[in-house]
């Protein structure tokens, strides 16, 4: 077993390497409350040309589906109080519970049992088909923004164009019982695997948990990174509703840099984060009017996006104006006060989680962290916390680089 230290967090953080190929990762806390995760390389962008869904539709079958109440492996676990789920995003699929510390080694069992022994059957899979279907058709006109986006991001021939992770109506009626035992026998494999555990837990004690559970090793590698090119376009889609605010995404490429906080997230909190952000400060200024902006990163495609709804004769001037903003932090530089107000930041997001703060959909913190840098080697991005801190110049350079990047900008207005 391989196991490395990252000493830069302020709680004990520790990834060990079985020798079956699984990664195990640990925080430990010192609370009372525990988190585990069983997170899979398969997701949307693995799915087949003819059986986009599958990654999604196999991770209900594999927890039960819409009956996991009645789970048999859930049945006693839920008299604790403890919660599952389980969902699947463009790479990953993620089956995870939370509840007491004292009960982790009935959690981290059961999810063991439940990735590594499941009952697929066609009665299963047909069961399900209704209930993926309507959530499908339920979510319809989301669904089809984000196939829009995705539509103009990337080229026909890249596996990121058909990335959600639900697929097509075409995929859903398509799969069968046959796609899903496939689809389990080609992913769900040890070394294409994270076991991810927060709270109070010690290291060595999921250690042992994990070697009870016999998982033979194989002689398969880790998946092949799918390469991410973006494209860069101009493009508008309108939406047969009077009544909607023009929304205006605008996304620049930025480099690969595997540092704990990259430079981008200093950079996305200079443009629109409270009293610091200078974006929403120059469409004030320029153009009269507060509108509210935010920005958020697509780390796996290393761009950096800023979003805002604006009336309809500004739609234009966004992206304009968001460069100019960047180059604001070029030629003023970073203040110490600012600086350490983003320091400030970083270090409330490291401790929030001793804490109790958990994000969307319960996700503690730590685990966030945790499957990032599992990621990190593979897709280029998370944590690297043995790395040194940034520096101011770093950011700047960072801004700057991002002032002369290609950008695209999406519009979605009514028409």
């Known amino acids: 077993m391989d196991t490395t230290f990252f000493d830069r967090y302020p709680m004990p953080t520790r990834r060990t390497v079985l020798d079956n190929g699984l990664t195990v990762l640990t925080t430990e806390t010192g609370s009372k409350f525990a988190y585990c995760e069983l997170v899979i390389e398969t ?71 439940m990735v590594f022994e499941p009952t697929i059957t066609s009665a299963g899979v047909e069961a399900e088909r209704s209930v993926i279907r309507a959530e499908y ?34 995929g ?25 555990v927060t709270g109070g837990i010690a290291h060595q004690r999921v250690l042992d948990l994990s070697a009870t559970f016999s998982v ?10 799918i390469k991410s090119e973006t494209r860069f376009v101009e493009a508008e889609l309108v939406q047969p509703i009077p009544s909607m605010t023009p929304v205006v995404q605008c996304y620049w490429k930025y480099q690969k840099d595997g540092r704990f906080i990259h430079p981008v997230d200093d950079v996305r909190t200079l443009l629109t984060h409270g009293r610091l952000g200078l974006l929403y400060k120059r469409l004030r200024t320029d153009l009269g009017k507060a509108y ?49 107000v983003m320091r400030r930041l970083e270090q409330i997001s490291l401790h929030a989680e001793e804490d109790g703060y958990r994000g969307p959909r319960s996700y503690p913190i730590w685990a966030d962290f945790l499957q990032s840098a599992w990621m990190r080697n593979h897709y280029g991005f998370g944590a690297a916390p043995e790395e040194t801190p940034m520096t101011v110049d770093e950011v700047i350079a960072c801004a700057e680089a991002l002032s002369e990047a290609p950008y695209g900008q999406l519009v979605i207005r009514p028409g």
Not at 155 to 162: G, Q
Not at 216 to 225: G, I, L, S, V, Y
Not at 303 to 311: A, C, H, I, K, R
């Open 216 to 225: 033979n090793p194989t002689a398969r590698k880790r998946k092949e990174r």
């Open 172 to 196: 859903i009626e398509a799969i069968d019982v046959g796609n899903l035992q496939s689809r389990w026998a080609r992913d769900y494999y040890p070394e294409n695997m994270a076991l991810i």
């Open 292 to 340: 509210a902006v935010s920005s958020r990163q697509e780390k796996r495609h290393r761009q950096l996006w800023v979003e805002t709804q604006v009336s309809i004769e500004d739609v234009g001037v966004v992206a304009q104006e968001a460069r100019r903003a960047l180059r604001d932090i070029v030629s003023n530089g970073i203040s110490t006060d600012d600086w350490q």
């Open 43 to 113: 997701g949307g962008v693995h799915d087949d040309p003819d059986c986009q869904g599958a990654a999604h539709f196999l991770e209900h079958i594999v927890s039960g589906g819409e009956g996991r109440n009645d789970h048999p492996l859930l049945l006693d676990i839920w008299k604790k109080g403890v919660r599952f789920n389980a969902s699947t995003s463009d790479a990953c699929t993620s089956y995870h519970l939370e509840g007491l510390a004292e009960d982790i080694d009935e959690m981290i069992t059961i999810l063991f049992k």
């Open 137 to 170: 058709h339920r979510r319809r006109p989301a669904f089809e923004i984000d196939r829009w986006r995705f539509e103009q991001m990337f080229a026909p021939e890249s596996p990121w164009r058909h990335l959600l992770p639900i697929g097509d109506e075409a």
